[in-house]
């Protein structure tokens, strides 16, 4: 069931606007969908989310054995807690990925780590990636989404804090420098490219529009995601990677 977005309070804090941004998305149910299809077939049973928001991702990793979520926000993990209160396969809890007591979670024996458009938040995205990976088992699996090419930054990127967009480059050097070898890169979502440049070029949007996501939601992504299911894209809003640690002690390269 979609969940009705709030009108946005003419002054907010960064937190409040981050609460009022990812309920306004979670109506875009077919683009979770679309995301969760890329990820979970790379992932495993026991998995740990980094930055689970108020989990809208997480709702599509409800069949997995043990998903443990974590987030730096306490307002997101209260939310997530009472989202997910009937799921005994789900946990929460406010945590930091650069935090060293993140590395205490190896104790779960995860499997993956998921990290879907969380770590353009993070300043030390070198030490959130080795984080990441101290905590896998050998053979394990990071999946990570992010936003693609630094040209296409805007007032959205600004007021959701992220700090960079990325390239493939940065990301390729990101997980070869955590140790981990990369399986599989490619852009995600083209559209959603040429929409992102009109809103932070032409039309100077500072939020996310509602009708915007809805119709994106309900016309333009059960089109693109059968295209992009057969033609991976040149270019995309977003980059989809997924890394591997290794089982021996040298890495391959991508």
């Not at 307002?75 to 993140?102: E, K, M």
């Not at 997980?175 to 559209?191: D, P, Q």
């Amino acid at each position: 069931m979609d969940v009705q977005a709030p009108e946005q309070p003419a002054r907010i804090t960064d937190i409040e606007y981050t609460l009022w941004d990812q309920q306004l998305m979670s109506a875009a149910t077919r683009y979770f969908r679309w995301q969760s299809q890329l990820v979970r077939k790379e992932i495993g049973q026991r998995v740990v989310e980094v930055g689970c928001g108020i989990g809208n991702f997480t709702s599509t990793l409800t069949d997995r054995e043990i998903v443990s979520c974590t987030d730096s926000e306490e307002a997101c993990v209260y939310r997530h807690r009472l989202r997910f209160s009937g799921f005994p396969n789900i946990q929460v809890c406010v945590l930091d990925v650069v935090d060293p007591a993140f590395r205490q979670l190896w104790v779960l024996r995860p499997d993956s780590v998921v990290c879907v458009n969380v770590l353009e938040h993070i300043q030390d995205d070198h030490e959130a990636m080795r984080n990441m990976q101290s905590i896998l088992q050998p053979g394990g699996i990071v999946a990570v989404l992010v936003p693609a090419f630094p040209a296409l930054y805007g007032p959205i990127d600004h007021n959701l804090r992220h700090c960079r967009r990325y390239t493939q480059r940065r990301l390729l050097e990101l997980a070869g420098a955590a140790g981990l070898r990369t399986k599989k890169m490619t852009y995600f979502n083209l559209v959603g490219f040429a929409g992102w440049w009109v809103n932070a070029n032409i039309l100077a949007r500072a939020e996310h529009s509602e009708t915007q996501i809805r119709i994106f939601d309900r016309y333009v992504v059960p089109i693109q995601s059968r295209i992009e299911g057969l033609v991976t894209p040149p270019f995309g809003q977003s980059i989809f990677a997924v890394f591997e640690k290794p089982t021996s002690r040298l890495a391959s390269t991508y």
